[in-house]
């Protein structure tokens, strides 16, 4: 079984609204087809509500109506932005929260605002998160403006800082600023490398992950599928040492795209470079756990 723990979908269509790359999100038909193609059983569709990152808005209420249309299929997730209601440290989302809880959204999820990890409103938020039970995904930006996702400097200080106030918060982690961090010397030239190449020198990632449990890895997109196929054999012992903190995931953006960590786990299953109890959690069993799915 292989449950896709980040993707991305929309009820909606314009030939002059598309992505940066010319693209649009699938629509949940498509989506199923694709999820066919690659033989993924179930899948967790992101919302999108941050200003940055948007060429259109995806509702929560969007994605429950999605998941709807495939209810064995599709699994919501909510989302906040820590500018909603008030705009400062104030705001209180608890009621929201149970109101998406109540719709059968599993997770917060996918947070792209552009403000620091330690912004009293990204706090704020966080804390509503923690007390609601739910788990979060991040994608996290290199810098305030001219990207997106929650900022953090090299070397993931800010990030280190909330894993330690919030330990009831599962972060689920992601994004080439995320996922550069598994290796030492991320910056070259003054600039943050997106996908580091070569051989891996343990980094931040890993550091991070050993001191704080409630750091999870989400392999999604380009980002997790070049920290693990980078340098194949850290990536192996990576697998295997995080076994039970790593999520399986492809981050279906695209109408169409290509899915490299699908070959990826293929070929890590049929060469055996990884353990059976390694895989079946990576792929499912640990997104079945976190989510609460109830699958046997």
């Known amino acids: 079984m292989f449950i896709d723990i ?10 002059e609204i598309t992505r940066a790359n010319g693209s649009h999100y699938p629509d949940a038909e498509t989506l199923i087809q694709m999820m066919d193609n690659a ?4 899948a967790c569709i992101m919302a999108g509500v941050s200003p940055e990152c948007r060429y259109t808005v995806v509702t929560v209420e969007d ?48 947070c792209t605002f552009n403000l620091p ?6 706090l704020n938020l966080f804390e509503a998160v923690e007390d609601a039970g739910l788990p979060l995904t991040f994608h996290i930006g290199p810098e305030i403006g001219g990207c997106y996702g929650i900022f953090d400097d090299p070397g993931l200080p800010r990030l280190e800082n909330v894993l330690k106030t919030f330990p ?5 982690g992601h994004s080439q600023a995320f996922w550069a961090e598994i ?14 190449k070569g051989p891996v020198e343990p980094g931040r990632v890993v550091e991070l992950m050993r001191a704080y449990p409630n750091l999870l890895g989400d392999l999604s997109a380009g980002s997790g599928y070049n920290a693990i196929s980078r340098d194949p054999e850290f990536g192996c012992a990576f697998l295997e040492e995080f076994q039970d903190r790593l999520f399986w995931g492809t981050d279906i ?32 069993k640990n997104a079945n756990r976190l989510l609460g799915l109830g699958l046997a």
């Open 39 to 42: 033989h993924i059983d179930k």
């Open 253 to 284: 953006a695209n109408d169409p795209q290509d899915l490299p960590i699908v070959a990826w786990f293929d070929k890590l299953k049929t060469e055996r470079l990884i353990s059976e109890d390694a895989f079946e959690k990576i792929t499912w």
């Open 63 to 110: 994605v429950v109506g999605l998941c709807a249309q495939y209810p064995d299929r599709l699994i919501p997730f909510c989302n906040l932005d820590p500018r909603y209601l008030t705009n400062d440290a104030s705001a209180d989302f608890s009621n929201l929260l149970g109101a998406f809880k109540d719709m059968g959204c599993k997770g917060v999820g996918e």
């Open 6 to 15: 980040h993707v991305h979908a929309s009820p909606r269509r314009h030939p």
């Open 117 to 122: 990890f330690d912004d009293p409103r990204c």
């Open 183 to 196: 290796g030492a010397n991320v910056v070259e030239d003054g600039r943050r490398l997106p996908y580091p």
């Open 168 to 172: 009831g918060l599962m972060f689920l």
